[in-house]
């Protein structure tokens, strides 16, 4: 089983690595033939107009939707979120997925605390945490985050900041959190996604 990492800019690199470290083979994408073959994709934080653009001048934008359309799940971090969600308040033409039915803020956290690092609880992640890891909070390290304002019937909402809004959900096969699982040494959200694309290779369970 291969996972893909859309390599264009950003934080690709610290993805590979997390996946290596749980023995998944990775592979950087950055033309539409290298997503042949794989079985879900994450998309890194960066910045997503770059990643948008680049993304549509060598073609990827139809090739990830078909991969989209054959259920593989697709997981995007912070400009990754901005870059799957269907809404982005105030950049209407920015290129992007559409995938969830989500409507975005980018840089909510506007330009005096670009960054922070805070602890949620996230229940989902008990699904695949170790044994000493259960009910742990998640180590969610926020840069220039966007926030998720707004979410469509079918959107799962998988954690909150009080009273500012959602910074994790997930639609069917498509994961997205505001924050850098990839940039702490805590690889339950990898764990995770990697079991949502197990899930799809199994396909359903006979009846
Ligand atoms: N602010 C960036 C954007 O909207 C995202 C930042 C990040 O990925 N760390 O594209």
Not at 5 to 10: D, H, I, P, R, T
Not at 77 to 105: S, W
Not at 191 to 207: A, C, E, Q, T, W
Request: glycine share 10%; charged share 20%.
């Amino acid at each position: 089983m291969r996972i893909g990492v859309l390599a264009l800019q950003g934080a690709f690199r610290e993805h590979l690595q997390a996946l290596v470290s749980l023995g998944i083979e990775g592979v950087a994408v950055r033309l539409p033939q290298h997503l042949r073959g794989i079985a879900g994709l994450i998309v890194p934080g960066g910045e997503s107009t770059t990643i948008g653009k680049l993304a549509a001048s060598y073609d990827l934008l139809p090739a990830i939707r078909d991969l989209a359309k054959a259920g593989k799940p697709i997981w995007g971090t912070c400009a990754g979120l901005v870059f799957l969600a269907r809404e982005i308040v105030g950049y209407e033409c920015q290129p992007r997925l559409g995938l969830l039915d989500i409507k975005v803020r980018r840089n909510a956290f506007g330009s005096q605390v670009n960054s922070f690092e805070t602890w949620l609880s996230i229940p989902v992640l008990n699904k695949v945490a170790l044994p000493e890891e259960h009910g742990q909070p998640f180590p969610c390290v926020f840069i220039r985050a966007p926030l998720i304002e707004a979410v469509g019937e079918g959107v799962e909402v998988l954690a909150r900041l009080d009273g500012l809004g959602i910074v994790a959900a997930q639609q069917g096969p498509f994961l997205v959190t505001a924050f850098h699982p990839e940039l702490t040494r805590d690889r339950r959200f990898h764990r995770y996604f990697v079991s949502l694309v197990l899930d799809n290779l199994r396909g359903p369970l006979p009846r």
